[in-house]
């Protein structure tokens, strides 16, 4: 088998479904034709070499790559990919080479060639680089196209370098009208598929601003992420991000610009040192350029794919290390007249972006500009959500001026929200130590409590709000002591300190009324809402409180309350309808993004994703939104409580399912990692010690979480209910059980848990009529889910059984049945057991009966046309979640495209009638 050369990056990221839609291709034994188009180095030569790698040693692999200068070498793919084939015939190949015989002829014997080492057998057939090729060869992969047999032909392009002039671009265009061509665009990298490249080259996680910068430097392209990684022995990623370009790849972006003329040149140098992104207007003003020579020149760098149009009269070069590489080569005293002119221009002008004033600041060497800039900007970019940028503007200031208190508040409220607790940290207490005013320190210490929440320093945590309750007593009655009020209120409610949240609350509102504070105010609501909201008989007055309070800090601009309001919200108690839960946590997602607010706009959303599965009763789509968020946040380097914060939600869906080793994983996974809160861990360990019916550890392991939840200041009474059912099913002795239930069930603990627990230590003691009573008048109890309530309906059933009322318990099964549809692990196993029990050994459903409501749903829009990234927006969903619905949907619908879904759901909608 013919491998592939050059160009294969060595691990391949973020093209997973791209290789499933070939390998259906190549295993489908019918003849297809697959288009890869991308642009240098993004990866099309990678992914046909993982593709090749999946298939059986019996397809014949043809692989030929055409050159720059194939255009002058006929059949150059071909023989390119059977120059080591030694049972090609040389007739053959003389008779393609001999240049008089007629076009059709030779076209014929390459053909014949192919025939020859193919045969009957499955084959794929790869023409690489396509742009580049002969037109023979061109003529030659449209014949192939046209065969039949069990073949699949792939061609890769690149399509910035495919000119009308080239055979390559009639050639698109025919096999489209005459095919059913497959076409595979690839795109760069995101920011998480970066850092998911880094944590592979590197064998760790990626640092978050290292993996931030160096995306923003390679525009996602992995060959240039990767020849930067070879560049640097040790693959330190931070010092990666100020490492020079290795000459190869400085050498192979410089080429882009090596045949340009001088104008071009001019401006190209001159676009290189205006920044990221070039305003048509200042590129003119600093080349002195006339409109419409700008214009010619800018529309050929455009064709050329030297830049790119990125908004209107805005340019930017497609890789920000072209320009890098440009620059490097310009002396500094060119570079600095240019700097100085484009201030110049800026400050003339007034008004303009204060990124851009402090960048040619920093290169004229005019540091107060630079300063009075990253001020301006710092304050602009944090109030309309671009948290990253500020940062870097307000770092960029802090290197000349590095206790300005005004930049080191700026930098540590922009690193809080871009998720980058450690320089957050700093920035805080660095800002703290100089401030001269009690307000500003106050302010200081107010965001030093919630980062220290973050960070798991409970300790620093406890001294914070000492220092802050302190510092009251020195400030004037008013809007300082009001701020610094709020602040301890935030804490005690972070530690769960609920009454003295409210009392800290109710004290900073009496203030901001009386001194006419609204923002004092609306954070104090937030704090004394979310503590309301905490506790069953207080949570209706708690969520109407943020519910009002969502709207006012929207309509003021105030979008981090906004968002941790929402935030609350959607994880408190759960609303009635799942349209309203769903827009709560979409709204949340937008308000955070408007506030630059990381970890609420994508951790915490991927969460709401996976509760709002649990809310329809889908336990394969919730473990598929948590995978997919985990398998993003893991490639960072975080700390504290983001380190793995999907990590204990997935553990208990996975104990959900009975998987147990993924279980066993996520603990190991969670155990290597500083400050896990008390009893997480040990709890988890109990739990999997049950259900692997483990008696003697799960009883040690019991003593050391009971020992450990003394530290917690929280209780779940979800978390009581699953260790209570995993302890029972192993058989603990009841006077463990009932301790531990003891124990976890405190007065804050929802009435609806409460009572099924109870049901359960009552059925275990015998206590049948109780338990029986307390299970039905949960069954229908909101705050519970599908699958919960399900069990609760089982528990009933057993009851009315072991009491001699059968029917009644077949009904109770009958009701816990769809509960359950789209469940799986031990509450299944339960209902099965209990069906045998009644003798309903239940028909399997098939077609439309077997769908879920929520797979319904998805199988309407289906039949629309939807993608499945236009499901996911449809029903806030993410796109994995969605290709989780519809697989299951062709499964049991036993469809085997979705333009068959439609009709199978007609036939259903028919018989209804």
């Not at 992995?222 to 010092?239: C, H, I, Q, T």
């Amino acid at each position: 088998m013919r491998t592939v050369r050059g160009g294969a990056g060595p691990v391949m990221i973020g093209r997973e479904s791209e290789l499933r839609r070939l390998a259906q291709l190549a295993s489908a034994r019918e003849p297809a034709v697959a288009i890869i188009a991308g642009e240098p180095g993004i990866g099309k030569t990678r992914l046909v070499h993982e593709l090749l790698a999946t298939l059986p040693a019996t397809t014949v692999v043809l692989v030929g790559q055409a050159e720059p200068s194939s255009l002058s070498r006929p059949y150059e793919v071909l023989l390119d990919a059977i120059d080591d084939r030694p049972e090609v015939s040389r007739t053959r190949l003389a008779a393609l080479a001999d240049a008089t015989r007629s076009p059709v002829e030779r076209l014929h014997t390459g053909l014949a060639i192919l025939d020859d080492l193919i045969g009957d057998a499955p084959a794929v057939v790869v023409f690489e680089d396509l742009h580049w090729a002969d037109s023979e060869s061109a003529a030659l992969f449209e014949r192939i196209a046209d065969q039949r047999g069990p073949r699949l032909l792939i061609g890769t392009y690149r399509p910035d370098e495919v000119t009308r002039r080239q055979p390559v671009a009639g050639l698109l265009a025919r096999t489209e009208r005459r095919h059913a061509v497959t076409h595979v665009r690839l795109d760069r990298l995101t920011p998480a598929q970066t850092a998911a490249l880094l944590a592979a080259a590197t064998g760790a996680p990626a640092p978050l601003r290292a993996a931030t910068a160096l995306h923003a430097r390679t525009g996602g392209n992995p060959f240039f992420l990767e020849e930067l990684l070879r560049a640097l022995p040790g693959y330190d990623v931070e010092a990666l991000v100020e490492q020079p370009l290795p000459w190869s790849l400085a050498d192979v972006l410089r080429r882009q610009v090596d045949d340009l003329d001088p104008v071009t040149h001019r401006i190209v140098e001159a676009a290189t040192v205006l920044g990221h992104r070039i305003p048509f207007d200042l590129l003119a003003a600093v080349t002195g350029t006339g409109e419409d020579e700008l214009i010619a020149v800018l529309r050929d760098l455009v064709t050329s794919g030297v830049l790119v149009e990125s908004g209107e009269d805005e340019f930017t070069f497609r890789h920000a290390l072209l320009r890098e590489a440009i620059g490097d080569q310009m002396l500094g005293r060119q570079r600095r007249r240019l700097h100085e002119a484009a201030l110049d221009v800026l400050l003339g002008a007034g008004g303009s972006d204060p990124a851009m004033v402090a960048h040619h600041a920093r290169g004229a060497g005019r540091y107060d500009d630079l300063v009075a800039a990253a001020r301006r900007g710092t304050a602009l970019y944090l109030s309309i959500g671009s948290a990253y940028q500020a940062l870097q503007l307000a770092e960029m200031g802090l290197d000349e001026v590095p206790d300005d208190t005004e930049l080191l508040a700026g930098a540590a409220r922009a690193a809080w929200l871009a998720g980058l607790l450690d320089d957050a940290l700093r920035y805080g207490r660095r800002w703290r130590d100089l401030a001269a005013a009690t307000s500003d320190r106050a302010e200081a210490l107010y965001l030093l409590i919630r980062l220290a929440w973050e960070s798991r320093e409970f300790a620093e945590m406890r001294a914070l709000t000492d220092d802050i309750e302190t510092l009251i007593a020195q400030l004037p009655r008013g809007a300082d002591q009001a701020r610094a009020m709020t602040a301890i209120a935030q804490s005690q409610y972070l530690r769960d300190e609920l009454d003295s949240a409210i009392l800290w609350s109710d004290r900073a509102l009496t203030l901001a009324d009386e001194f006419e504070l609204p923002a004092v105010r609306m954070a104090a609501l937030l704090e004394k809402g979310a503590a309301l909201s905490e506790r069953p008989h207080t949570t209706a007055d708690g969520r109407e409180m943020l519910s009002a309070l969502v709207d006012e800090a929207e309509k003021a601009g105030e979008w981090v309350l906004a968002a941790r309001a929402l935030n609350y919200l959607f994880y408190g108690e759960q609303p009635t309808s799942p349209e309203e839960h769903a827009a709560t946590l979409e709204r949340m997602r937008v308000d955070a993004e408007r506030a630059g607010f990381e970890s609420l706009s994508v951790a915490t959303y991927y969460q709401g994703l996976a509760r709002l599965s649990l809310r329809q009763g889908d336990l394969r789509a919730a473990i598929a939104a948590l995978e997919d968020g985990r398998e993003q946040d893991r490639n960072y380097r975080r700390r504290g409580r983001w380190a793995d914060y999907h990590g204990v939600f997935l553990a208990g869906l996975y104990l959900e399912a009975g998987e147990l080793d993924r279980v066993e994983q996520v603990i190991a996974d969670l155990a290597a990692l500083p400050n896990n809160p008390p009893a997480v861990i040990s709890g988890l360990e109990f739990h999997v010690a049950c259900r692997r019916s483990d008696l003697p550890r799960a009883q040690g392991l019991l003593d050391q979480f009971v020992a450990e939840l003394a530290e917690q200041a929280w209780r779940s009474g979800e978390q009581a209910h699953d260790l209570v059912s995993a302890a029972l099913e192993l058989g603990l002795p009841m006077n463990r059980v009932d301790a531990l239930a003891a124990e976890m069930l405190d007065s804050v603990v929802w009435d609806a848990y409460r009572t099924l627990v109870g049901a359960q230590l009552a059925e275990a003691h015998g206590r049948l009529a109780e338990a029986r009573d307390g299970y039905l008048s949960v069954v229908d109890a909101h705050i519970l889910g599908p699958a919960t309530r399900g069990t609760a309906r089982v528990g009933a059933a057993r009851c009315l059984l072991a009491t001699g009322r059968p029917d009644e318990a077949a009904a109770q099964a009958a009701q816990a049945a769809p509960l359950l549809k789209g469940w799986r692990g031990w509450r299944v196993v339960q209902l099965d057991q209990l069906r045998a029990r009644l003798g309903l050994a239940e028909e399997p459903a098939t077609g439309p009966d077997a769908l879920t409501p929520r797979e319904r749903e998805v199988a309407v829009l289906i039949g629309e046309g939807l993608t499945n990234a236009e499901l996911a927006r449809r029903l806030y969903i993410s796109p994995k979640t969605a290709a989780v619905h519809v697989s299951n949907i062709l499964r049991k619908l036993g469809a085997s495209s979705r333009t068959e879904v439609s009709g199978l759901l007609s036939v259903r909608t028919g018989h209804e009638r």
